[in-house]
């Protein structure tokens, strides 16, 4: 059974930076796609980064691009999300997810953490 748990979420400042963590045990991890997802209240669960298990190439979505980045340590299983220029509208509850698939619809996406919360004051 795949576990993956997030942490590093709080209450920041619109412009901070703040960088979250998922640790992943069980299933093998280096042959899983990792991303990481939000869902403000009231919204749909939003795709925001994946990184494949090479390390290559990560796919943003528009929204963080620029502002967001996401890494992984295959030797630590652990993948994070460097967010840089918080914004308000940031505010939400981040997910890490795991899939074998290419996909921005989290309904395809296998794995999910507990989520850990975003808030960014103005």
């Known amino acids: 059974q795949v576990q993956l748990v997030e942490s590093g979420g709080g209450l920041v400042q619109a412009g901070a930076s703040l960088r979250l963590s998922c640790a992943v045990s069980g299933r093998t991890f280096s042959d899983y796609f990792m991303g990481w997802f939000r869902q403000a209240p009231g919204k749909e669960r939003e795709y925001l980064a994946r990184i494949s298990w090479s390390g290559g190439t990560p796919v943003y979505a528009d929204s963080v691009k620029g502002r967001f980045t996401i890494s992984r340590d295959n030797a630590k299983n652990t993948v994070s999300l460097q967010m840089n220029s918080l914004k308000p509208e940031d505010t939400a509850v981040y997910y890490c997810?795991?899939?074998?698939?290419?996909?921005?619809?989290?309904?395809?996406?296998?794995?999910w953490g507990q989520g850990t919360q975003v808030i960014v004051s103005s």
């Open positions: 997810a795991q899939t074998r698939r290419i996909s921005t619809d989290s309904r395809l996406w296998d794995y």
